[in-house]
């Protein structure tokens, strides 16, 4: 059974990037049929796709957020990141890391983590 | 952006009945539907892929149907730990869309 973890700071300040990794256990992102994805909820709001990516570093993004974002992959260390830069308020969410096949639902998620912008 | 709507946004119901929530999409996208149990501090839950299609390790008692802009989430035989807030999600095309999500409570 694949697990993911995602793990980073959570506090940052408005302006600066938010940078958060999702660990993958228990199966191997090289080679893999799925792609990696970010979703995130803000408070009392609903989902929303960040973007996803492949492990041959093929990358997909949500047109609101792309000019903001990058998604990255090692597959050496199992892992995938996220970048989010130039944040505000607006980004303060609980972000999801998350496996899916193209074009079916995400299958595995992380346990999320709380990110507050603040200053 | 393909967007997804659902109804109700909330519903209260008793244990053993039977809860249908509705989910339309502003574009056809197929049977490229997916649902997820959602509840406070937990992991989203995929429920039911492919539109009705059950995912592995999924209780029965939730079914899914439709296609083209119309489905629909079927609990049957409503059990206390049902509650939570179910989204529906299309995965026909980036960006994936997910609805506003229902809010199940149990009366």
């Known amino acids: 059974q694949v697990q993911l973890q995602e793990s980073g700071p959570g506090l940052v300040k408005p302006s600066e990037t938010l940078s958060l990794t999702c660990t993958v256990s228990g199966g191997s992102i090289s080679g893999s049929i799925y792609y990696w994805g970010w979703i995130r909820q803000s408070p009392g709001k609903g989902l929303e796709w960040i973007g996803s990516i492949y492990h041959s570093g093929t990358t997909y993004y949500n047109p609101s957020l792309k000019s903001r974002v990058t998604v990255s992959v090692d597959t050496s260390k199992n892992q995938f990141s996220l970048k989010l830069s130039s944040v505000t308020a607006a980004d303060t969410a609980v972000y999801y890391c998350?496996?899916?096949?193209?074009?079916?639902?995400?299958?595995?998620w992380g346990q999320g983590t709380l990110v507050t912008v603040s200053s | 952006d393909i967007q997804m709507t659902q109804s109700p946004s909330s519903l209260s119901a008793s244990i053993g009945d039977r809860v249908t929530i509705t989910c339309r999409s502003s574009q056809s996208i197929s049977t490229y539907l997916n649902w997820y149990q959602v509840k406070p501090g937990k992991a989203p839950k995929l429920l039911i892929y492919a539109a009705a299609s059950l995912q592995s390790g999924v209780t029965s008692g939730f079914s899914g149907s439709g296609s083209g802009t119309g489905f629909t989430l079927t609990i049957s035989g409503l059990q206390p730990e049902h509650f939570g807030t179910y989204y529906c999600q299309q995965s026909y095309r980036t960006p994936y869309t997910f609805g506003q999500g229902t809010k199940l409570e149990i009366k």
């Open positions: 998350a496996r899916h096949e193209y074009n079916y639902g995400f299958e595995d």
